[in-house]
């Protein structure tokens, strides 16, 4: 669902020359099992619709394609709906045959399988509207579009809505895990600034829901991605947008303890909501480096509130007042698409020297040890967010998170690499290094042992229980009742 946070400008060009490129498509035959489940399919749907095949279809390539290589899968067939209707109507025909499909919005899951399968691949593009209503501050957003377009079209009306913060990421399943954003700290997560969804339950049903009219439904849907059904439509506030002032800045090996203790200082003494940093330590050919990202929520921030970052001699840097969409689309974080990857996450409730000093440490180990391994990009992003980012609805509002009471910030790392005999290896060092992390946090006093883990980031085989803690039996119970076949059973992702 989601890529690195950053990726620095001078790691682009390298990453081109030095990188794998990912295979060409390679005709394939349509797996004869599930084959005629997808011609029912076809007979089935409106001309709104469509159904592509393997071989020599490109648009069969591009529905089953991920940004991560890992997270895709040949499929028997892809349908692209066109109409919640015709959403429905595919998802009878999958249930009636037990036949395992998967949703994908952007294809941005990290995690295999979650939005990928060897039977029906539903992808969602074609939910690409954006309607804007003034009169009640909300935009209407289609499953399909990344969080570009989104913005792009709310920009000429100078609002815009809580959603991903570099370029490429797709709205569904963002907004579907929570939704970490530039605007978090003002506004809270995206989960918390929806007011409404169109989805078709496993029975094929279009319903609206919205606090009124499904409860138990819209709590759900906040933060429990595909288990009861497909989300088609996304209704989300939207707040005043100006121009905003920050970008990227790349800073090599020598300056990286400056980087730390500025990011101390700033998570320790910036309250200011409108700004936020992202600085990402990244281990690439052969060396680590840091792309970081600064954000003021105004054409010009305060005086003295970057200076310590804005001091540190760097290697490129783009900084400026700009649209929002265009500080989105400053970090080239698609550079390291076509590589197999995978995420994982530490919660933690601040960022300290010793927290710091350890995603170095890290970042240098497992760069010089995964090499071996065909790693490509080892990163870690840091994301210092004020900790009252929960206080911005009512507790139990949402799925996720399944506590309000104390502000988590996650952090994320992200490992790039080759080949697909290193798979194994490569998640054990994710796990490893979030172990690790986690230890170095408790040793310090910080109470996460319980935290939650953010579904986004967290490695596939997180247990449930560490991302949804007391909601786990309630989203269960939910999941039974409206999906009592478990037909959204037979899709990837995480399952109550």
């Avoid at 969409?325 to 994982?344: E, M, W, Y």
């Avoid at 309000?404 to 490992?415: E, V």
């Avoid at 790039?416 to 994710?430: F, N, Y």
């Avoid at 247990?463 to 059973?489: C, R, S």
Wanted: hydrophobic share 40%; with cysteine.
């Amino acid at each position: 669902m989601r890529q690195s946070l950053a990726t620095a400008t001078y790691l682009a060009a390298l990453l081109a020359a030095a990188l794998p490129s990912a295979a060409e498509p390679q005709p394939i035959e349509a797996r004869d099992d599930y084959t005629s489940v997808c011609k029912e399919i076809k007979e089935a749907i409106s001309s709104a619709s469509g159904v592509h095949w393997p071989g020599l279809d490109s648009l069969y390539y591009k529905d089953i394609g991920h940004w991560a290589t890992s997270s895709s899968a040949h499929s028997a067939c892809s349908v692209e709906p066109g109409t919640a209707e015709d959403v429905g109507t595919i998802l009878q025909i999958l249930a009636k045959n037990k036949t395992p499909f998967a949703v994908k919005g952007a294809g941005h899951a990290s995690n295999p399988g979650f939005s990928s399968t060897p039977g029906v691949q539903i992808a969602m593009y074609r939910f690409s509207e954006v309607n804007y209503d003034p009169d009640n501050n909300v935009a209407e957003v289609g499953a399909g579009l990344i969080w570009d377009d989104v913005y792009a079209a709310l920009e000429p009306y100078a609002v815009n809505v809580v959603g991903g913060r570099v370029s490429g990421v797709g709205v569904a399943g963002f907004t579907l895990g929570g939704g970490y954003s530039w605007k978090t700290n003002q506004f809270g997560l995206t989960v918390d600034n929806l007011s409404g969804f169109e989805l078709v339950l496993p029975n094929g049903t279009i319903t609206s829901v919205t606090q009124d009219s499904y409860p138990d439904l819209f709590w759900g849907l906040k933060g429990g991605f595909n288990n009861f059904g497909i989300v088609t439509k996304f209704n989300l506030t939207t707040h005043p947008q100006t121009e905003v002032w920050g970008g990227l800045i790349t800073i090599t090996e020598d300056q990286l303890d400056k980087v730390s203790a500025a990011t101390v200082k700033f998570s320790q003494t910036v309250n200011d909501p409108k700004a936020q940093v992202l600085p990402t330590f990244n281990y690439l050919l052969g060396e680590p480096g840091v792309s970081l990202l600064l954000f003021y929520d105004y054409p010009t921030p305060p005086e003295g509130i970057f200076d310590d970052y804005l001091a540190i001699p760097h290697f490129t840097k783009d900084v400026k007042t700009r649209s929002f969409l265009d500080l989105v689309k400053s970090a080239p974080a698609n550079a390291t698409g076509g590589q197999r990857a995978i995420f994982h996450t530490v919660s933690l409730l601040e960022y300290t020297d010793n927290i710091m000093d350890a995603v170095l440490n890290e970042t240098k180990f497992w760069g010089e040890s995964l090499s071996w391994q065909t790693g490509t990009f080892i990163s870690y992003d840091v994301e210092p967010f004020l900790s009252t980012i929960f206080s911005h609805a009512p507790e139990d509002s949402t799925a996720y998170p399944p506590s309000r009471a104390t502000g988590l910030l996650p952090l994320n790392i992200y490992y790039a690499w080759g080949a697909e005999l290193a798979d194994s290896d490569m998640q054990a060092a994710a796990r490893a290094s979030a172990a690790q992390l986690t230890q170095v946090a408790l040793a310090e006093g910080q109470d996460i042992a319980d935290a939650p883990l953010y579904g986004n980031y967290a490695i596939f085989d997180t247990p449930m229980e560490k991302i949804y803690g007391a909601n786990l039996p309630k989203l269960q119970a939910l999941k039974a009742q409206y999906d009592p076949e478990n037909v959204m059973g037979l899709a990837g992702g995480w399952k109550f």
